[in-house]
């Protein structure tokens, strides 16, 4: 992934003072947006963006108003400089001015423009800021973005309504009411652009874990609907935190019944009995269909990671999804490494592994986490 510094940088803030200066003028304008790149250091993305956000509605003319960003912003559009990484504290500063504006129109003009600046980078971010000053309205004009002719508005209206949208401030109304963006789903979820579909499928998988049976029910009736190709990797995609929860009605969606005793499960088998965080958990399984008839198999594998307590907690990891013929044997091979990463702490002790296939564990191993 890359870096805060790879992306809303020093270099990427002085350009956007340059197109200020150039569009807008004049140059001299822009030197609070040039002085707040000197406090970078420490700040993450996300608070690189607030920060710009901040210097932009301070060097905006007309004491920082919406109608007075608007212009500026508009005009600078006409640059094809005007893009990249630097357009997220801009749309930053659109939805601030707009959502505290007096003026009753400029909170539509604010979604306008939001659209209008997301083909030069995302919206999604900016567009938090309307959802949580007022949801229905916001998603009244969301809605009319789903029959855009530019994709990458097409793809805000799913992408910026997520419930989990990673890098994002929540909006807790979704949360609360995961419904009333399925309509928007509805409209998108057949789109000619993959990068839309995916957005779809990720939105929808956040669903699930806020009410797993209003998304089975969402993906269900897509698929008995289906009259595109693209509608089943859609679905599996949206589904795919059901699945390794072993959600039953996820699984029969897509086709993946109860393992039945036709189906001859070898393993675990651990290399070693013993990983540090140098070297890697290798394992193995085996599946054999002994029955008549294929079966679909959706195999994923179960870390138990120890706590700090002592206690573990499992983890669920993707191996494969297969149909495996009658009378074949599928022999599966995962390297699952314990190198320390910022979002998971290991404790050395005991842990374990399982297999899951279908939903249903088996085969458990215990092996020791060395540090």
């Known amino acids: 992934m890359p870096t805060a510094d790879e992306l809303i940088s020093p270099d990427s803030i002085e350009k956007l003072a340059r197109v200020l200066g150039t569009t807008a003028g004049p140059a001299s304008r822009w030197s609070a947006v040039r002085e707040s790149a000197g406090a970078f250091g420490p700040l993450a993305l996300s608070e690189r963006a607030r920060a710009v956000r901040d210097a932009l509605i301070q060097d905006l003319p007309g004491s920082g108003t919406y109608t007075a960003a608007a212009e500026v912003f508009r005009t600078a559009l006409t640059d094809p400089g005007f893009s990249g990484w630097m357009i ?27 659209a209008a600046l997301t ?13 949580n000053a007022d949801t229905d309205r916001t998603l009244r004009t969301v809605r009319t973005w789903t029959g855009s ?16 949208l990673p890098w994002a401030k929540q909006v807790p109304e979704l949360r ?17 652009d993959e990068v839309v579909r995916r957005s779809v499928a990720n939105h929808l998988n956040d669903v699930s874990r806020l009410d797993p049976v209003l998304a089975v029910s969402t993906a269900r009736r897509w698929s008995e609907g289906a009259t595109a190709t693209t509608t089943p990797a859609l679905v599996k995609h949206a589904m795919r ?38 070297d890697e958990l290798v394992f ?17 594998y179960v ?21 495996l013929a009658p009378g074949r044997r599928l022999a599966l091979e995962r390297r699952h490494s314990f190198k320390p990463i910022s979002t998971r702490r290991h404790y050395p002790g ?18 020791i986490v060395d540090l």
């Open 119 to 131: 083909p030069r980078l995302t919206g999604e971010f900016a567009l938090r800021t309307f959802l």
């Open 241 to 278: 935190t059901l699945i390794k929860q072993a959600d039953a009605q996820a699984l029969d969606l897509l086709g993946f019944a109860p393992p039945s005793a036709d189906l001859v499960i070898t393993g675990p088998e651990l290399r070693s009995t013993k990983v540090t965080q140098v």
């Open 176 to 192: 609360r009411r995961p419904s009333v963006t399925v309509p928007i789903l509805d409209d998108l979820h057949t789109d000619t």
């Open 284 to 300: 193995g399984v085996d599946v054999f269909n002994d029955g008549p008839a294929p079966v679909r198999l959706a195999v994923d």
């Open 88 to 114: 997220w504290p801009v749309t930053e500063a659109v939805a601030v001015l707009a959502v505290d504006s007096a003026r009753p129109d400029d909170f539509e003009d604010g979604l306008a423009l939001l």
């Open 303 to 323: 870390i138990h990671y120890r706590k700090a307590n002592g206690s573990t907690a499992p983890r669920v990891f993707k191996l494969t999804t297969r149909t």
């Open 350 to 367: 005991a842990h374990a592994l399982e297999i899951q296939i279908n939903g249903r564990r088996s085969g458990k191993a215990e092996f």
């Open 149 to 164: 002719a530019d994709p990458a508005v097409r793809r805000l209206a799913s992408e910026g309504t997520r419930p989990r």
